[in-house]
C-alpha cells in the first residue's frame, strides 16, 4: 500500500493524505477508547466490558450508573485529558526547541507546578483545589519566566533549553527546601502528588480541562502547516512566509497552559510528554511533528499505565506516575535495542 | 593570561576555604583559624576549626570532583548539557540509599556512604554494559543512562510513598549537604576522590582528540574505546564519592564546565584545570552562605548552589553564544 496518496477534490482543490498516519491515529484512538473502558471495569467492584458499555450507554442498574458515572468515568476522562495535553505540549515543545528531549520535564515546567502545589501543600496546608490552582499559577508563571529570559531578538531552541535548565535547577532546589521544612504528613502528601496521581480525581478536574483542550487542540492543529516549516529552520520558514516569531509565542503559550493544566489535574506525570511524540513519530514514520497522532498517543499511553497500577499493586496503592517512570525506562532501553539493531547509533 | 586567570582562582579558592572554617554558628577570627590549623593546643577555637576543617576538605574534594565530572562527561558524549545525573549515577546512589534505608535499616550518614558509592558503581558499570560496553557511542550511554534513571527514580517515588521513614531521611539527603562531612565519612571516599580526580586530569589529551569526532580521532591515532572506558571510570568514581559523601549536588557538575569554556575555549587541558578549581569556589562558597543566611540553622549546600548557580548560568546563556563543543 502506498502510504501517501494525493487525493483531488473537484474545483482543483488537492491535498496530500498519509495512509499510514491516518490509520495510526485511529488505531490509538481505539486503543485509548478500548484501554478506558477496561480501567473502568477494574477496582474493587470488578465489571466486565459489556457491563460497561451498557452502563455508559443509560441501561445499567443504579449501583452501576453511581460507580461508573460518579466515581471512575471522570477518573479515566482526567487521565485522557491530561495525557492527550501532556502528549500535544511534548511535542511541541520538541518541535519548537527542535530537540527530541525539549520536553516540559526538562524545561521545567514540571518543576515549576510542582512549586506553586509545594508552596500550598507545605505552607498553606491547603485543600486539593487549592493545590491545583497553586500548580496551575506555578507552571504558567515558570513557563513565562523562561519565556521572557530566552528573549533575545527572538527565542532560539538551543537557548530556550538552556535557560529552562537554568530555571528547573532553581525551582528545585526551592522544592527540595519546602520538602524539609514541611512537616512529615505534609511531606508524604507532597510526595503522592509529585509522583502524579488520578485517584480521586471527579468531574470538577474533567470540565476546565475538557473546555481548554476544546479551545487549544484545533488551535494548535491549524498551526501545524507553520510548525512543519519552522521545522526546515527559522530562515527558510521565514522565506516560505511563515510569522515565526508569532506563530512560537502562540505555540509556546498553548504548550504551557497545556502542560501546566494537565499537571494541575494530575500532578507532574513523568515521561509522557517525552515519549507520547517519540513513539508517536516512530509508527506513522512521517517527518514534522505528528501532533495529532502524539495526541492520541499521550492519552492511550497514560490510560494503560493508570489501568497497569492498577492491576499490579491494587486500587489506589502506588499512582499512575510509579508506573510512567518505569515505562518510560522500558521505552527507553527498547529505543537502544532497536537502533543498535538498526546501527542508527 | 589563562596561566594568570588559573593562579588567580586557586587564590580565590584558598580564600572561601579560609571563610569556610571561620564561618558558622560561632564566628572565628582569621587569627583563631590560623592558630587552629598550625598550632592546635586544644582551646575552644581549635576543636571548631578541626570540626569545620574535614567538612571543608569534603566541599574541597567533592566540589573538585563534581566539576571534573561534569567537563569529562561533556566531553565524552560530546553534548554541553550532560551532567553526571545523565548516566544514572545520582539515580543508582539515590536508589541504593533508599534501599539501604527501608529494608537494612541504616540510619548513620556514614553508614550510606558505601551504599550510595556501590549503587552508582553499579549503575555506571551497567550503563556502561548496556551502552555497548566497547562499542559504546555518546548516544547510546546517554539513552542507556536516562533509561535506567527513569526505572530506578520510579522505584525511588514507590518506596518513598510506601514508607514514611524512608520518606523523612531520603528528603532531607537527596538536596545535597555538606554537613554529614564528619572525619569518617570524609576519610572513606577522599581516596577516591583524590584518585579519580588524577585519572580525569590525565585523560584531558586522549578527550581532546575524541572532541573532534570518531573518524578524526581514529586517523590520529586514538584509541577510542579506551578514551571512553576510562572516561566512564574517571565520571563514575568521582560522582559516586561525591553523591556518596554530599548526596545528589545536582548543576555544579553541568555549569561550571559551560563557564569554564566560555573564557578557555574548548581545550579540556585548561577546562579541567579550571574546572577543578571553580567548582570548589561555587559548592563551598555556597556552602559558607547557607551557613549565613539561616543563622543558626543552615540552608543545605545543594540548595544555595542551584539558587546562586541558576541564575549565572541563564546569564552567561543570554550574554553571549555560549562555546559550543
Not at chain 1, 509545594?118 to 498553606?124: A, H, M, P, Q, R
Not at chain 1, 492498577?310 to 527498547?334: E, H, M, N, S
Not at chain 2, 565524552?76 to 529494608?103: C, E, K, M, Q, Y
Amino acid at each position: 500500500m502506498k502510504s501517501n496518496r494525493a487525493v483531488r477534490l473537484p474545483g482543483g482543490l488537492s491535498f496530500r493524505l498519509d495512509v499510514r498516519a491516518l490509520t495510526v491515529v485511529v488505531g490509538l484512538l481505539a486503543a485509548a477508547l478500548a484501554a478506558s473502558v477496561v480501567l473502568i471495569g477494574t477496582g474493587d467492584f470488578p465489571m466486565s466490558a459489556a457491563d460497561v458499555l451498557r452502563t455508559l450507554a443509560g441501561e445499567g442498574n443504579a449501583g452501576q450508573e453511581l460507580i461508573v458515572n460518579e466515581l471512575r468515568l471522570p477518573r479515566v476522562l482526567v487521565g485522557l485529558l491530561v495525557g492527550a495535553s501532556l502528549g500535544l505540549g511534548g511535542a511541541l515543545f520538541q518541535s519548537v526547541s527542535r530537540n527530541p528531549l525539549g520536553s516540559p520535564d526538562v524545561l521545567g515546567l514540571g518543576q515549576g507546578a510542582t512549586a506553586g502545589a509545594l508552596t500550598v501543600i507545605v505552607v498553606f496546608s491547603g485543600t486539593a483545589g487549592q493545590v491545583a490552582l497553586g500548580a496551575l499559577a506555578g507552571g504558567l508563571l515558570t513557563g513565562f519566566v523562561i519565556y521572557v529570559l530566552a528573549w533575545k531578538r527572538g527565542v532560539h531552541g538551543y537557548r530556550l533549553v538552556l535557560v529552562g535548565i537554568g530555571v528547573s535547577a532553581v525551582v528545585t532546589a526551592v522544592n527540595g527546601y519546602l520538602l524539609t521544612k514541611s512537616d512529615i504528613v505534609d511531606a508524604a502528601r507532597a510526595v503522592v502528588w509529585m509522583t502524579g496521581s488520578l485517584s480521586g480525581r471527579d468531574w470538577d478536574q474533567v470540565w476546565p480541562l475538557l473546555a481548554l483542550c476544546a479551545v487549544l487542540v484545533p488551535l494548535v492543529l491549524a498551526h501545524s502547516g507553520a510548525l512543519r516549516m519552522m521545522e526546515m529552520g527559522d530562515d527558510v520558514a521565514y522565506a516560505l512566509g511563515v510569522r515565526v516569531e508569532r506563530v512560537r509565542l502562540v505555540l509556546m503559550l498553548s504548550a504551557v497552559l497545556l502542560t501546566a493544566s494537565a499537571t494541575a489535574a494530575a500532578g507532574p506525570v513523568s515521561f509522557v510528554a517525552l515519549t507520547a511524540p517519540q513513539l508517536a513519530r516512530r509508527l506513522t514514520r512521517a517527518p514534522g511533528p505528528n501532533l495529532v497522532a502524539a495526541v492520541c498517543m499521550g492519552a492511550a499511553l497514560l490510560v494503560t499505565a493508570d489501568w497497569i497500577s492498577q492491576r499490579a499493586f491494587g486500587a489506589d496503592q502506588l499512582p499512575v506516575g510509579v508506573v510512567t517512570g518505569v515505562l518510560g525506562g522500558v521505552y527507553l532501553l527498547w529505543l537502544l535495542v532497536t537502533e543498535r539493531r538498526a546501527g542508527r547509533i | 593570561m589563562r596561566v594568570l586567570g588559573l593562579l588567580v582562582s586557586a587564590g580565590v579558592l584558598v580564600l572561601v576555604a579560609l571563610a569556610s572554617i571561620a564561618v558558622g554558628a560561632k564566628e572565628l577570627s582569621l587569627g583563631e583559624v590560623w592558630h587552629g590549623l598550625f598550632g592546635a593546643s586544644g582551646t575552644y577555637g581549635d576543636v571548631v576549626v578541626a570540626d569545620r576543617l574535614s567538612r571543608t576538605v569534603l566541599g574541597l574534594l567533592a566540589g573538585a570532583a563534581l566539576g571534573l565530572a561534569g567537563a569529562v562527561l561533556q566531553a565524552l558524549t560530546r553534548n554541553p548539557l550532560a551532567d553526571p545525573g545523565l548516566l544514572g549515577i545520582n539515580a543508582g546512589a539515590s536508589a541504593a540509599v533508599v534501599t539501604a534505608i527501608t529494608f537494612f535499616g541504616v540510619t548513620s550518614l556514614s553508614g550510606y556512604v558505601w551504599f550510595a558509592f556501590l549503587g552508582a558503581a553499579a549503575i555506571g558499570a551497567l550503563v556502561w554494559f548496556l551502552g555497548g560496553s566497547r562499542g559504546a557511542t555518546p548516544v547510546r550511554l546517554v539513552l542507556a543512562g536516562m533509561a535506567i534513571s527513569a526505572a530506578l527514580f520510579g522505584y525511588l517515588q514507590a518506596i518513598m510513598i510506601l514508607d514514611d521513614a524512608a520518606l523523612g531521611r531520603m528528603r532531607f539527603w537527596t538536596v545535597g549537604s555538606l554537613a554529614s562531612g564528619s572525619d569518617a565519612a570524609v576519610k572513606q571516599v577522599v581516596p577516591f576522590l583524590l584518585a579519580g580526580s588524577l585519572l580525569a586530569l590525565a585523560l584531558a589529551r586522549p578527550l581532546n582528540a575524541v572532541a573532534m569526532g570518531d573518524d578524526t580521532a581514529k586517523a590520529l591515532g586514538a584509541n577510542l574505546n579506551r578514551t571512553r572506558g576510562l572516561s566512564m571510570l574517571a565520571a563514575t568514581v568521582l560522582c559516586g564519592a561525591a553523591t556518596a559523601a554530599c548526596g545528589p549536588i545536582m548543576f555544579v557538575g553541568l555549569m561550571v564546565p559551560h563557564v569554564v569554556r566560555s573564557f578557555t575555549g574548548p581545550d579540556l587541558r585548561w577546562i579541567l584545570p579550571y574546572a577543578a578549581v571553580l567548582s570548589p569556589v561555587l559548592l563551598l562558597g555556597a556552602d559558607v552562605l547557607g551557613r549565613v543566611v539561616a543563622r543558626p540553622a543552615e540552608v543545605q549546600v545543594g540548595i544555595v548552589t542551584a539558587i546562586l548557580g541558576g541564575p549565572v548560568f541563564i546569564f552567561l546563556v543570554r550574554r553571549r553564544r555560549t562555546a559550543q563543543l
